[in-house]
């Protein structure tokens, strides 16, 4: 019964996490914490363990939507492997912080980080996009199948700081990321939408490959679980990086607007009142 649901989750977690760029950390971690404390399943499964599963797991959804983008062109190389040396960095330090937090603070910490996604993801589209990184940075181009033509880019240090701090995220909380990475991409960049998913997933696969080594390091990965969210997560990326070329995704981002937020609140009311 617990391989079905870890398997189930894992699926959602991918199609998800690829169809919109988040790696799918951010679907699976809040839903193992719920499981495991509502109903009691995965009583052996800590914080970090929990967080150890979702970074192998963000491998393979990044590995498997990357390749799916990668055919379509959507994934800028250069980028990908410049916010990767930020972010490598911010997801060893993220990890090793992790290990030095018990179930309240790491359910009101997460909590505070998912209401704060939740209200990104509300805001993005009404917030204005920033050209002062595109006007100071180095330009790319991109046309898409529309024959409609980007221009985006940003200054190298810019990109670092950001990246890093996305790091941290990721490695303390093992969410990929792109939960903030593509809305910011986005708005502060001016990427285009289907090239900041692509890149941003690139970017996933690339640091969960670091932070899955840390959190190796610390013991933090429960090898039995992974082998049922793997090939769930797998095949869940290839089925939402198929979705996002024929889908418009607005109504799935509402759907996770309203999820992320009654889950955070949801974890900030454990941490307040578990402690």
Avoid: C
Wanted: net charge positive.
């Amino acid at each position: 019964m617990e391989f079905v649901l870890i398997a189930i989750v894992g699926l959602l977690s991918g199609i998800v996490g690829a169809l919109i760029g988040l790696g799918g950390g951010v679907i699976l971690v809040p839903a193992m914490l719920f499981l495991g404390t509502a109903f009691t399943f995965f009583p052996e499964l800590s914080p970090q363990k929990i967080v150890g599963l979702s970074v192998i797991m963000m491998i393979f959804t990044g590995l498997s939507s990357t390749l799916s983008y990668m055919k379509v062109k959507t994934v800028d190389y250069r980028s990908g492997f410049i916010f990767f040396a930020g972010s490598a960095p911010g997801t060893i330090i993220g990890a090793f912080v992790n290990k030095g937090l018990d179930l309240p603070s790491f359910n009101l910490y997460f909590g505070i980080l998912l209401v704060f996604l939740a209200v990104l993801l509300l805001v993005r589209d009404r917030l204005k996009e920033v050209h002062w990184f595109v006007d100071n940075g180095k330009k790319y181009h991109f046309k898409d199948s529309m024959n409609k033509e980007y221009v985006y880019g940003y200054p190298i240090w810019a990109a670092l700081v950001l990246t890093f701090a996305v790091g941290f995220a990721s490695g303390l909380f093992g969410i990929g990321g792109g939960s903030i990475m593509v809305p910011a991409m986005i708005l502060l960049f001016l990427f285009p939408p289907h090239v900041a998913v692509g890149t941003s997933m690139f970017m996933v696969f690339l640091s969960a490959i670091v932070n899955s080594i840390t959190h190796f390091s610390l013991g933090n990965i429960p090898w039995i679980y992974t082998l049922a969210v793997v090939p769930g997560a797998y095949i869940g990326a290839k089925i939402g990086a198929g979705l996002n070329k024929k889908l418009q995704s607005e109504t799935l981002v509402v759907i996770l607007r309203i999820a992320l937020l009654v889950l955070g609140l949801r974890s900030i009311y454990e941490g307040l009142f578990s402690s």
